[in-house]
């Protein structure tokens, strides 16, 4: 028979925003920043391991770094990282162009699903999103979505916040915290978990959320668990949330150079603490919306500065957390399906491989359970997009097309069978037609979504924390508040 | 002199700064009193301003760009109205609280208030409580404007509160606050005056505040 040669496959649409003398104009740019301009640190360790290498400390806090230093760290972090749940099971491997999704986490307010209205999210609240998160297929990642706000004090919301999601959680997690203290607390919970500190390093199962200021800016407590990262192998994400022509220039490129050279300071400063920690670029790249000043979750330069990041990523050997799935719209209506749809599609195409934030409303502030649910059927289509289309001899169905022969059909052929189960299953869309939508009461994919999520909510069980590891964490929340009462 | 007035105006709503300011030197200059140039053409000005900015005919940009002119002329009218015994807008002072590193929207603020003709006094980031109340002791504020982006310092705006009426001082100034984790509710629970979920907004509860 003969041989097929030089044949070559799209696993998969191809996309890429930059080309790499594009990456290349904009890594020269952000070296340049680092070495011209510099970021501040309003953190004494931070200050003096720059200090002892050959970085440049001036006017108290102005950190220049050279070059030299940046490249060395780069080469120091690891390509490859992979997350576990707490049960050891859902794995999410974080290797070049393979894309997971998630939640986005703190949302200070909730759409209460009795009354419809926005109110101060609760502890409850986050424990439904990740009853919600858990059952979910097309998440592989977790974060809280919304922030406990009704813990004892604001300042151990997030051991309150970790527990809250972990009662009823086993996907890996990435975790905000409110301080150094904070993150050592989270890091003892998940230790506890997974059985000690040496273990944690192997099957870490949660990447610590980290911000710098934008522009160039970093405040004492993201330094703080910055280092304590970079000491204890915790995995992190230096992540920038620049909002283009208020806090970085109003051109892409430019907010592009600046965030990179954000996440580039960080790269020095865990190399300088202790290199090898498994560092993840991140941004929120998006805009100030001109109008209403809106930090814009929805804009489409959100998507093409986000697609833009990862390909620099990619070239750094670096891997993302990138964003998508999250809108402006205050409600679940036609502007969050659009906004959210379209940043999925691209997030995705662009191979990031952590996409968060998705099914926020409210430009970043307002948490919906039922927007998770409608998201998951939306990365559900995007994930069959993507997939792209396979052209071996059973798909180009060449023998199947001559069995049925002109005028024939295929819904009776054994190939059909095989295959259609192949497409994507909508699960609350309504393709039916005009008369069997009339007499089923007219419903929508709101009222799909709602009948969904309460089915979730009520149905989901998700698997239980060992009895004695629950009382543990149980003890290290109780000590924080009491720290703090 | 009101074809002047009317340039006036006009030159702030392109919100060309140093050609505001000679304008409004060389009708003050004609003769022209500063409350006729304060209210006639700039708080005029800044009025059209407010109007296209809600019609989506100006864009933030614009609007700063003439509330940094106003604030131009300002300097030049303000003294002008205290020897003519006349009163400014009032003055606002306005800070990040304490730990808090997040100004844009802080600025923003202040900008906005500068360009509705208040005396703004921007104290800064990572704001201890003794900063607000000492600004509000040397400045005598009209309003004090507060702002907070993250759940854990939000709190630190009740203090602030506290500290004012620890320092005997709450009743002389009126409090605002704002930041996106803040709400009308939030902002009744910590004993604040008045809440703006927005730059602009705040301007409007600000003229409100003065006039209640």
Not at chain 1, 316 to 341: N, Y
Not at chain 1, 383 to 393: A, P, Q, S, V, Y
Not at chain 1, 398 to 418: C, K, N, Q, S, W
Not at chain 2, 134 to 146: F, N, S, W, Y
Request: glycine residues 8%; hydrophobic residues 40%.
């Amino acid at each position: 028979m003969a041989t097929k040669m030089n044949q070559t496959n799209n696993q998969g649409p191809q996309f890429e925003v930059l080309t790499e003398s594009q990456i290349e104009q904009i890594y020269a740019s952000a070296l340049d920043v680092l070495e011209s301009v510099g970021a501040r640190f309003h953190h004494e360790e931070a200050l003096e391991l720059f200090n002892n290498s050959e970085a440049v400390v001036t006017d108290k806090n102005l950190v220049r770094v050279p070059a030299s230093l940046v490249e060395r760290a780069l080469r120091s972090y690891p390509r490859s990282i992979y997350l576990q749940g707490r049960n050891g099971k859902n794995q999410v491997r974080l290797v070049p162009n393979e894309v997971a999704y998630g939640t986005g986490s703190d949302l200070p307010f909730f759409i209460d699903r009795e009354t419809g209205d926005r109110r101060s999210t609760s502890y409850k609240d986050v424990n439904d999103a990740a009853r919600i998160l858990d059952y979910l297929p097309n998440y592989e990642f977790h974060m809280s979505h919304g922030i406990v706000c009704d813990a004892p004090n604001p300042q151990t919301y997030d051991r309150h916040q970790y527990l809250a999601m972990l009662e009823n959680s086993t996907k890996p997690m990435v975790l905000t915290s409110v301080d150094g203290e904070g993150l050592e607390d989270l890091w003892r919970i998940a230790t506890t978990l997974v059985g000690g500190e040496d273990e944690f390093r192997l099957k870490p199962q949660f990447v610590a959320y980290i911000e710098p200021i934008s522009p160039l800016n970093n405040d004492r407590t993201a330094v703080e668990k910055l280092l304590f990262a970079a000491e204890k192998g915790i995995p992190a994400m230096y992540t920038p949330c620049p909002s283009s022509g208020a806090t970085a220039p109003a051109t892409m490129a430019g907010m592009l150079v600046q965030s990179l050279a954000e996440t580039l300071m960080a790269v020095a400063l865990c190399h300088l603490k202790k290199p090898g920690m498994p560092l993840i670029m991140g941004g929120v790249t998006t805009v100030m919306d001109m109008h209403t000043t809106t930090y814009s979750y929805g804009a489409p330069e959100l998507s093409l500065a986000c697609a833009a990041n990862t390909d620099i990523s990619k070239w750094l050997g670096l891997r993302m957390f990138s964003t998508g799935g999250c809108s402006d719209s205050k409600t679940l209506d036609e502007q969050t399906a659009v906004e959210q749809m379209t940043s999925l599609f691209y997030a995705h195409l662009s191979g990031a491989n952590l996409v968060h934030d998705v099914g926020y409303i409210g430009s970043g502030t307002i948490a919906s359970l039922d927007s998770l649910v409608l998201n998951d059927e939306l990365i559900g289509m995007v994930r069959k997009f993507c997939e792209g289309l396979n052209t071996d001899e059973d798909h180009l169905a060449l023998d199947t097309i001559r069995e049925v022969g002109p005028a024939g059909e295929y819904l009776t052929h054994e190939h059909t069978f095989e295959h259609w189960r192949e497409w994507f299953m909508p699960k609350l869309q309504d393709r039916s037609d005009w008369d069997t939508w009339n007499t089923n009461n007219q419903k929508t994919m709101i009222d799909y979504l709602k009948e969904e999520t309460d089915r979730i909510l009520n149905e989901h069980e998700p698997e239980p924390i060992e009895p004695d590891q629950y009382k543990e964490i149980k003890k290290i929340v109780h000590e924080a508040d009491e720290r703090h009462s | 002199m009101e074809e002047k007035l009317g340039s006036i105006s006009q030159t702030l709503i392109e919100g060309k700064a140093d050609e505001l300011q000679k304008q409004v030197q060389e009708a003050l200059d004609g003769g022209a009193t500063p409350e006729d140039v304060m209210n006639q053409a700039l708080v005029a000005g800044m009025d059209a301003v407010g109007q296209q900015w809600k019609a989506g005919d100006m864009f933030i940009p614009e609007v700063i760009r003439s509330a940094k002119a106003m604030s131009g002329a300002m300097d030049i009218i303000r003294p002008k109205l205290s020897e003519s015994g006349g009163a400014g807008s009032g003055t606002f002072v306005i800070g990040t609280v304490l730990r808090d590193l997040h100004d844009i929207g802080k600025d923003l603020v202040a900008m906005m208030m500068e360009g509705a003709g208040f005396k703004v006094v921007n104290l800064g980031i990572d704001l201890d409580a003794e900063v607000f109340v000492d600004a509000v002791k040397e400045h005598k504020p009209d309003i004090l404007g507060m702002s907070a982006l993250l759940t854990t310092t939000m709190p630190q705006m009740g203090e602030v509160i506290n500290a004012l009426k620890e320092a005997g001082i709450r009743d002389q100034v009126k409090v605002m606050v704002g930041g996106a984790p803040v709400s009308e509710e939030y902002a009744e629970e910590i004993g604040a005056d008045s809440y703006a979920p927005n730059a602009a907004t705040a301007v409007d509860k600000a003229k409100e505040l003065l006039q209640a």
